[in-house]
């Protein structure tokens, strides 16, 4: 692993949140050769930031489909904020909303026990869900546009968290499942459109990458699974609502 380019990476994603800029990422753009490394960075801006001793942990996961490589990256908990919500000074530079399921382990899981999973067993694990947004930004000043595992080492263009109120979990038909999203007066609906047909879907390759080396992943730990509407555009002062028919709502004011 080239510790170098893992280093001069984290280092520029540092600087950008510490100095509210976005790095370039055209000087960097090959720094990084696999997602081992793009995690690698991840750990050093999670590190670094202190995110892993502030109590309870939060996660995305997700992927274009069922076929697709699964990514992960652990949140800021100082971005996750409890429906309704304000962003107030939050420093985005792009506000891009992804309406989804977040879910929240009722057990603690560590290696062994994750690679003996099948899917219905790491579903057994949830204990509740709730509607989640997500902001999509990113510390690159190319954005959306940078090299795919750039944007992976920033937390998979991460900007902040919003939860619903939690109720308790249990298998529905995602396939029927609506999602109705309103930014200002622009309304959106979908059905059945979460990109793998199931949010708990994912649930067995997120946690063995959670608990990899031997870690261990807490009872408590949230994880929000993916978008049902891809990204969409919103405007500083926009109030984004999110609401899944028989599950719940979440708003944030940007």
């Known amino acids: 692993m080239n510790s170098s380019n893992i280093d001069r990476v984290a280092q520029a994603l540092l600087s950008a949140r510490r100095e509210g800029r976005c790095a370039d990422a055209e000087l960097i753009a090959t720094a990084l050769e696999n997602a081992d490394q793009a995690y690698a960075v991840q750990a050093i801006v999670a590190r670094t930031l202190a995110w892993e001793d502030a109590g309870t942990a939060y996660w995305k996961s997700g992927g274009a489909s069922r076929d697709a490589t699964l990514t992960h990256a652990r949140l800021p908990p100082a971005g996750v904020w409890a429906s309704p919500a304000q962003s107030g000074d939050w420093p985005f530079t792009w506000r891009g909303i992804e309406a989804e399921i977040a879910l929240r382990l009722g057990a603690s899981v560590d290696a062994a026990q994750a690679a ?13 869900m709730a509607v989640s947004i997500e902001v999509v930004d990113s510390r690159w000043q190319q954005g959306l546009a940078a090299p795919a595992l750039l944007k992976l080492a920033d937390l998979q263009s991460h900007g902040a968290l919003v939860l619903g109120e939690w109720q308790a979990y249990a298998d529905r038909d995602w396939a029927t499942q609506r999602c109705r999203v309103n930014i200002g007066a622009e309304a959106i609906e979908r059905r059945g459109t979460h990109s793998m047909g199931d949010p708990a879907y994912g649930l067995l390759a997120w946690l063995r990458h959670v608990t990899r080396e031997g870690r261990r992943v807490e009872a ?7 978008t049902w509407v891809g990204i969409l555009p919103a405007s500083e002062g926009d109030l984004v609502t999110a609401e899944f028919e028989g599950i719940g709502y979440a708003s944030v004011r940007l």
């Open 116 to 128: 003996g999973l099948d899917y219905a067993g790491a579903a057994a694990l949830v204990d509740a």
């Open 220 to 226: 408590g730990t949230v994880v929000t699974t993916g």
